[in-house]
């Protein structure tokens, strides 16, 4: 396929463990990217720290691989700089909603035009398995090891609360769906949010009965909620599963956005 | 068209086994020189990229391309003349 293209093939196979979801994630964006018809020139990927911002190493274009949190700092600056870049950002779960909390709600609140990929492993993945802001309840990390007592960010949520444009959840089972949000994001002026739950086989799935990491691709596709279905329930009146999380298009409108392509 | 595993690249985790909807992928027996069980094809000309892409002109289902988080399946022209194996799908 022609997504292949934008890989740096020399560089693969890449680090990340046998049975990680990032790749699926990697593919699926380049994917979307590929039939923009954008220019190789013309994009930047950027990233923070962790397994999965270790992506734009892997892709042929200009990329920044930023401090840990940063990300969106940096994104913002080459945006702001260059209008007519298209960028795209590679964050995880610790990357973006622990240590660069407060750079997400401000480039959402910004709304400035980029559109950012979170590969949600719910752990912090390249430092051996801490908790992070989105460990689920009861989990077991290496910090949490009678199981995570705090409750969870809804990033997607919290994207929607600080104003970006576009919003939606996908996971690493639901590869058309992804490269069809993803799409919808890169189109979209303003801030396009996309999270994507993903196993980490090493990191979360080893500790929290997930050793087989088909066990936990066939968990999260089948902990999916379509959001449609949720809206009809909640219109029936009737309860919405507790322990299934809700995937498709969560926001999309049009509010004053910054960095548009002039 | 012909269906292929990036032997240099499979890491062996059988995602692939788990989505194709023909299951043309199976949990593979024999290691290879890198020690890791590349998944065998079972009679991969069922695949519906196989057997339309160059009919349609254009990439069909994908879907275990799209997961192999080690970008190792990819298709390859045949060569001319190649024998083939006629299946039937009932
Ligand atoms: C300023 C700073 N603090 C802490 C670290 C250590 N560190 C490296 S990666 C990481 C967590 C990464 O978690 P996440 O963003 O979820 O990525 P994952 O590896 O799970 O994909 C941490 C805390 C660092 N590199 N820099
Ligand atoms: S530690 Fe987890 S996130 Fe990092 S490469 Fe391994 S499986 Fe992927
Ligand atoms: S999904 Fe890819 S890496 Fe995994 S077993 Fe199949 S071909 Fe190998
Ligand atoms: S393209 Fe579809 S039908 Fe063909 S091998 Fe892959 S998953 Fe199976
Ligand atoms: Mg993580």
């Known amino acids: 396929m022609s997504y292949d293209e934008w890989f740096r093939t020399d560089r693969l196979p890449h680090i990340y463990c046998a049975g990680c979801g990032n790749g699926t994630i990697i593919n699926c964006t380049l994917a979307a990217v590929d039939q923009m018809g954008w220019k190789k020139e013309d994009t930047v990927f950027v990233s923070g720290i962790g397994c999965s911002s270790r992506a734009p190493g892997y892709i042929l274009t200009d990329s920044l691989h930023t401090t840990h949190g940063r990300a969106l700092a940096f994104a913002t600056g080459v945006k702001m700089a260059k209008p007519a870049f298209n960028v795209v950002v590679f964050t995880g779960d610790g990357d973006l909603a622990a240590i660069g909390g407060n750079h997400f709600i401000h480039a959402c609140r910004r709304n400035i035009d980029m559109t950012v990929v979170c590969m949600n492993n719910q752990i912090y993945g390249m430092t051996g398995g801490q908790g992070s802001p989105t460990t689920p309840l009861k989990c077991l990390s290496s910090t949490t090891p009678y199981g995570c007592a705090e409750p969870p960010f809804d990033l997607c949520e919290l994207a929607t609360a600080a104003g970006a444009n576009y919003v939606a959840r996908w996971t690493s089972y639901h590869v058309k769906e992804l490269e069809k949000a993803v799409k919808v994001g890169l189109e979209t002026p303003g801030f396009s949010f996309i999270e994507v739950l993903v196993q980490c086989p090493t990191a979360f799935g080893r500790r929290n009965k997930f050793r087989q990491v088909a066990d936990h691709v066939e968990f999260l596709k089948s902990h999916s909620l379509l959001k449609a279905k949720r809206d009809r329930l909640i219109d029936q009146g009737q309860p919405v599963p507790e322990d299934m999380f809700v995937v498709g298009e969560i926001t999309k409108r049009n509010r004053p956005a910054m960095g548009v392509k002039p | ?90």
């Open chain 2, 1 to 90: 068209m012909k269906l292929s595993i990036d032997e240099n690249r499979c890491k062996g985790c059988n995602l692939c086994t788990k989505v194709c909807p023909y299951t043309i992928f199976r949990e593979g027996k024999r290691l290879n020189r890198k020690g890791i069980a590349v998944p065998e094809l079972d009679r991969p000309e069922r695949c519906a990229n196989c057997r339309l892409r160059n009919l349609y002109g254009r990439q069909l289902c994908g879907v275990c391309q799209l997961t192999c988080p080690d970008q190792a399946i990819h298709w390859v022209e045949e060569e001319p003349y190649e024998p083939h194996k006629v299946a039937i799908e009932y």
